[in-house]
């Protein structure tokens, strides 16, 4: 079947049943605090929730075109992303607050010199480094044994500092998660809200980072549990499922009708207590004392 295609205001030709549309993030005309936001990614209006804002760069969505009846035009909607951006800033980061022997100024000639080949380098041509730094051979082999010991999680931690997570924060999730620690934080990213210190803003970017879905169960009632302390803390002591389920929305972008079996099942687990529930079970449940 040929492709339907239609040519935007912008000059940009689209295949409007495309699931994917890739190309360079030119402009941010609105954004919220929960990362939602409208776009121009290569010459298409594009929606959705973005923690990663990097002008200029490629970005790869996965979604669907939607019409813009107001506007005559069409919209990309997207569900997910990746992003290509010059990671040198992470590595940096991480070479500072980490390596050994590097401070500030050892470690920005590295990555000005090698770019994203930076930590390959380190762990694999100390005798390079040696030189082009002109110290030791012997200083440069523990730096490239310091490299080839983290080298299970120094992706993640670089990805990690680039997006602005702190030294004290990143080390927390190392010593959670252990080796590979991507691999294992993908399984249930949100567990990472009852670590003191990650609130759900902190982990939504991080799980945006390693790619888990804006639908993930976990994030959705991290989510729904997030917009009850939210509203609580604007002083309300009962709050109705609908406002909680929007609050939840806001946050997320994610259909309603998707929150709301989450919310039902947190309370069927008795992490929620709802008005049709007594105190005293509530409290039986949850091992409470009060």
């Known amino acids: ?22 190309g360079p993030l030119t402009a941010v005309k609105f954004k919220k605090d929960n990362g939602w936001c409208i776009t121009t990614i290569g010459g298409v209006g594009c929606i959705g ?20 009846t107001q506007y005559s ?19 940096r980061e991480l070479l500072i607050k980490e390596c050994p022997g590097l401070g500030p100024s050892l470690a920005n000639r590295l990555v000005t010199k090698f770019q994203s080949q930076t930590l390959k380098v380190i762990e694999t041509e100390p005798g390079k480094i040696a030189d082009f730094l002109k110290i030791g051979f012997e200083d440069a082999s523990r730096i490239s044994e310091w490299a080839k010991g983290q080298a299970a999680n120094l992706d ?13 924060k990143v080390k927390k999730i190392i010593d959670l998660y252990g080796m590979n620690a991507e ?30 879905p804006a639908d993930d169960p976990g994030r959705l009632r991290a989510a729904l549990k997030y917009s009850i302390d939210e509203l609580s803390n604007e002083g309300h002591s009962c709050l109705h499922c609908n406002d ?9 972008a994610v259909n309603q009708s998707k929150l709301k079996p989450h919310l039902q099942s947190l309370l069927e687990l008795h992490e929620l207590i709802s008005e049709h529930e007594p105190w005293d079970e509530y409290k039986k449940t949850n091992n409470l004392s009060l």
């Not at 490629?58 to 669907?64: C, R, S, V």
């Open 1 to 22: 079947m040929p492709a339907k295609t239609v040519k935007l205001k912008s000059g940009v030709t689209v295949d409007i049943e495309s699931t994917q549309h890739a």
């Open 49 to 68: 929730t973005l923690h990663e804002i990097h002008q200029g760069a490629i970005y790869h969505l996965e979604g669907q075109f939607v019409e813009n």
């Open 73 to 91: 035009t069409w919209d990309f909607k997207f569900k997910s992303y990746t992003v290509n951006v010059n990671t040198t800033n992470g590595i």
């Open 156 to 168: 993640m931690k670089q990805r990690l500092y680039k997006i602005g997570i702190t030294q004290g």
């Open 183 to 212: 691999q294992k934080i993908k399984k249930d990213c949100f567990d990472l809200t009852k670590v003191h210190g990650f609130g759900f803003k902190t982990v939504a970017q991080i799980a945006d980072l390693i790619g888990v």
């Open 244 to 252: 909680v389920i929007r609050k939840a929305f806001e946050l997320t």
